[in-house]
């Protein structure tokens, strides 16, 4: 096994929250994208962090975070980015993007969580553009978040539109969650309401309670019918767990 310890100096940081395999996004290797989300209500480290490492074996089977490629530390306290990670797939180029959802996020549009999409090349790294997706007449948006991507291959698979992977933002509360065309997201500028810019809109079943933080996947096929589907789940200390399955 492969040790990446979290940085001693951030000892409420949650290193290792969400773990995530990128693909190819640096040559030659695979990438692999951790977390820190901090501790919700920590005293520190609660604007949260997402780290970039390329495939190496290490030293002594270890990987000082100091060696992470790249970085991105959240704009403010309580933010918690990272708290969801999600393969995005090639949304901008032909390099994958990075979804993080981060429910607690009270400084985006409506103040109730978003979903940013990070892209950038092998010399910029995956963090070096950022775009920020809201969902009016929701909270904690971003609990939940599905992308195209396959995690850890070069994969990528569309639920809508052209072969462009596409982006489900789901919040903890509310009634509705958003698919967003994939295709057409490097032209929807910085900030994103999905509630008016989705491309298809879904309302959770009556019975369904809020979906649990972190449950979307994305499914190559489940149905046979030869198209992509995905699945989110409500599962929590609190209900006996659904699964939902959307073909």
Do not use: E, K, Q
């Given at each position: 096994a492969i040790v990446i310890d979290?940085?001693?100096?951030?000892?409420?940081?949650?290193?290792?929250?969400?773990?995530?395999?990128?693909?190819?996004?640096?040559?030659?290797?695979t990438t692999l994208i951790v977390s820190a989300p901090g501790f919700v209500g920590a005293p520190s480290s609660t604007e949260g962090r997402i780290y970039a490492f390329h495939g190496q074996a290490g030293t002594s089977?270890?990987?000082?975070?100091?060696?992470?490629d790249k970085v991105v530390v959240?704009?403010?306290t309580g933010l918690r980015i990272g708290a969801v990670l999600a393969d995005l797939g090639p949304i901008v180029s032909a390099l994958p993007s990075v979804g993080s959802g981060n429910?607690?996020?009270?400084?985006?549009?409506?103040g109730a969580g978003s979903v940013y999409a990070f892209s950038g090349n092998t010399t910029t790294g995956p963090f070096a553009s950022e775009q920020t997706?809201?969902?009016?007449?929701?909270?904690?948006?971003?609990?939940?978040?599905?992308?195209?991507?396959?995690?850890?291959?070069?994969v990528s698979v569309s639920l809508i539109g052209n072969s462009t992977p596409d982006l489900v933002v789901l919040p903890r509360n509310g009634t509705t969650f958003g698919i967003v065309d994939g295709a057409k997201i490097s032209a929807l500028g910085g900030s994103i309401d999905v509630a008016a810019k989705a491309d298809v809109l879904l309302t959770f079943p009556a019975a369904f309670?809020?979906?649990?933080?972190g449950s979307g996947s994305i499914l190559t096929d489940?149905?046979?019918d030869g198209y992509p589907d995905?699945?989110?789940?409500?599962?929590?200390?609190?209900?006996a767990g659904e699964t939902l399955v959307y073909w």
């Open positions: 979290g940085d001693p100096a951030l000892t409420d940081a949650a290193f290792g929250g969400r773990v995530l395999g990128l693909g190819h996004f640096y040559t030659g290797s089977g270890a990987i000082s975070v100091a060696s992470a959240g704009a403010a429910p607690n996020d009270t400084s985006a549009p409506v997706f809201y969902l009016t007449g929701a909270s904690l948006t971003g609990s939940g978040l599905v992308g195209g991507g396959i995690p850890g291959r070069d309670s809020p979906p649990a933080t489940v149905d046979g995905f699945a989110i789940s409500n599962g929590s200390s609190t209900v």
